[in-house]
């Protein structure tokens, strides 16, 4: 439903004072900062109307009201006047000049916390599924150390548990015809392959292959680290955020699990721009008492990350999103020219 401009100008003073003090807001404090010409009759009818659409609340302890989900859905996305930000202001917090992606991604994430005081997250560049080449170390009885080499010289170990006892001979014979064959490929496509062409290697050279192809796909597709978070213990102040034990089990185990931000993150990467995510309405937000505010990030134009704030519902949004759309920026220009 459309709301007039009366109830849109009343909903917006409400959602910003209660932002900036945390108490419901009444229909007397409404008619102080709105601006409007309306008798505190009329502003109870509107606000009346607002609660029974779903955009405002009653506390039973007061007789203001709060904005709900929905309130803060329409606010952000209708009501709002973002801050303008110096991109240049953000730029000199931002340490991006490194030949290590890893690092100015890490000075992102930490620049996103210390600007906000929430915490910041950044989703690290997917690693390729492509290897240059793998060595087979044989380790013992039955046990080999699968080792990986990315195309960047990036190297990933995985342990094999084999049902058969190679020799050093038979691993080295093994891999070289992996990387004489394959190397350049992605371990997917070598899988598809290599299941037509098993049949003409000797049975236990094929499934060592199988083996380690299959495991390397795992190992190049892990995102147990594909994560930076920094400013976790800023939420701690937050008293919307720790206000009770349940709110506080279910803030850590947000941040320990990650399964479910590197979710968001990745829905997140397939939209354009700034998004924000509201506890109570995305299922993707794990309490209803917080926000996430995200934008994706290039490298050489193309989608490589996420980067976000994580902060309380009851967060500034006119200065937070300038500042995550800023760094998704500078962070995208670093990586591109690195």
């Known amino acids: 439903m459309q709301l007039d401009n009366r109830a849109q100008t009343l909903l917006k003073a409400l959602v910003e004072r209660y932002i900036a003090d ?3 807001v009444g229909s007397r404090a409404l008619s102080k900062i709105s601006g409007l010409d309306l008798s505190p009759a009329t502003i109870r009818n509107i606000m009346a109307d607002l609660e029974e659409l779903g955009y405002v609340a009653s506390p039973h302890t007061s007789a203001g009201r ?3 989900p929905r309130g ?3 606010f952000v996305d209708t009501l709002l006047t973002v801050q303008h930000i110096d991109e240049q202001t953000v730029g000199a917090q931002l340490r991006l000049q490194s030949p290590q992606p890893q690092k100015m991604i890490t000075s992102a994430a930490q620049m996103l916390s210390s600007l906000s005081q929430f915490a910041g997250v950044v989703s690290s560049p997917r690693r390729e599924s492509v290897f240059q080449q793998i060595e087979f170390l044989r380790l013992g009885e039955k046990r080999i150390l699968l080792v990986i080499v ?5 190297v990933q170990n995985r342990l094999l548990l084999t049902e058969v006892d190679y020799t050093p001979v038979q691993l080295v014979q093994s891999a070289n015809y992996i990387n ?3 190397g350049g490929l992605a371990f997917d496509e070598v899988h598809a392959r290599l299941q037509n062409e098993v049949r003409q290697l000797r049975d236990d050279m094929g499934r060592l292959m199988q083996v380690a192809v299959e495991a390397g796909s795992e190992a190049m597709a892990d995102d147990s680290d594909n994560m930076v978070i920094a400013g976790e213990r800023n939420l701690l102040s937050v008293s919307d955020l720790s206000s009770n034990m349940t709110s506080l089990r279910q803030m850590f185990d947000m ?3 990650k399964t479910g931000l590197m979710q968001l993150l990745d829905v997140s990467s397939k939209a354009s721009g700034v998004q924000i995510y509201i506890g109570g309405e995305s299922s993707l937000v794990p309490m209803d008492e917080m926000s996430v505010v995200t934008a994706p990030y290039t490298a050489n134009g193309k989608i490589v990350g996420t980067l976000g704030v994580i902060g309380p519902t009851r ?3 006119e200065r937070v999103i300038p ?3 800023i760094t998704a920026k500078l962070l995208s220009n670093a990586l591109s020219h690195n």
């Not at 990315?150 to 990036?154: L, V």
């Open 315 to 317: 967060m500034a949004y």
């Open 255 to 257: 941040f320990e699990q």
């Open 323 to 325: 500042i995550v759309d």
């Open 150 to 154: 990315a195309p960047n010289g990036d």
């Open 66 to 68: 709060v904005p709900t």
């Open 180 to 182: 004489q064959n394959y």
């Open 72 to 74: 803060y859905r329409i």
């Open 22 to 24: 945390g108490q419901p």
